[in-house]
């Protein structure tokens, strides 16, 4: 029983951090294009050309 007198109060604490955490995460910007990465894993990007001295492996 003595261990809830420790282990509520950690669990509201990392409960609170994860919620501020949360709230700025939701104000700087970080769940405004969910669907871009989406759409940029189907995209071909061109190739680079190799740099000088490098051989192309193909």
């Not at 700087?28 to 294009?33: A, I, K, L, N, P």
């Not at 061109?46 to 192309?56: A, I, L, M, S, V």
Request: hydrophobic share 50%.
């Amino acid at each position: 029983m003595s261990a809830l007198v420790y282990l509520i109060p950690a669990a509201l604490f990392l409960g609170l951090v994860g919620l501020v955490a949360f709230l700025w995460a939701l104000r700087s910007g970080q769940f405004e294009d969910l669907d871009g990465a989406a759409h940029r894993i189907l995209l071909d990007e061109e190739e680079e050309e190799p740099r000088k001295g490098q051989q192309n492996k193909e």
